[in-house]
Each structure stands twice: as C-alpha cells, then as structure tokens.
C-alpha cells in the first residue's frame, strides 16, 4: 500500500506563495508520477488536475497554473513539492497529492490519494 501525507496549507493574501509537500511511504514496485489536483470549495465542483511529474523528471501543467507553480520531488523521490507563487482567490481550493503507481510485480497501476491540504487565498 501507498501512504500519501499532504502539508504546507494555509491562509495567504492575493499575491503571496505558498509551497506544498507530499510525503510518500509504503510498499511500492515503481511510481509512474506522482502530482497534484485540487477542488473548490463550492458545492458540485470536481477535482481538477494541476501538476504532475514522472520519473523521468518531465513535468505536466494545467493552463491555470502554468508559470506561477511550480513541482518538483527530492532526489530520494520520497517527497513531491508544489511550490505556489502569485496566489490568487481563484486558488482557493483543497489541495490533493496523487500517485499513480504498481504495487507488485505483475500487477497493473492503481491510483493513490492524499487526505487534502486546505489552501485558502483572501484578503
């Protein structure tokens, strides 16, 4: 089994950064990527993608976000980080860490999900 443990959340003002982590443990085969989604507080609204990154260090984002957020993972590959500038309200949202992996040999790939981290953009 995977483990995903989300930090960093909190209440910043428009404008400010925030930067995000996601502790990965457990019993894993191989990790294909490890990201990020989010959703809004409202009522009915989905959980939407916001970054991703694969082994190979190659990294996806979502038009929202590109060239404010940045993700990254430790060279242990143990962490995943989401670094958050230029914060806006429309980021408001709980933050979700994902990991789309294989547990055993032969196996096929599973996705794996964090409890959430609340990130909370107001003045």
């Keep these: 089994q995977v483990q995903l443990v989300e930090s960093g959340g909190g209440l910043v003002q428009p404008g400010e950064s925030l930067r995000l982590s996601c502790a990965v443990s457990g019993s894993v085969f191989r990790i294909n990527h490890i990201g990020w989604y989010r959703q809004a507080p409202a009522p009915g609204n989905e959980r939407t993608f916001v970054a991703t990154i694969f082994m190979l260090g190659n990294a996806l984002y979502a038009e929202s976000v590109r060239g404010r957020f940045t993700i990254s993972r430790n060279s242990a590959e143990n962490t995943v980080d989401l670094q958050m500038n230029s914060l806006q309200p429309e980021d408001t949202a709980v933050y979700y860490c994902h990991v789309n992996g294989i547990l055993n ?19």
């Design 105 to 123: 040999v032969g196996a096929g790939p599973e996705d794996f999900w964090g409890q959430g981290t609340q990130v909370t953009v107001s003045s």
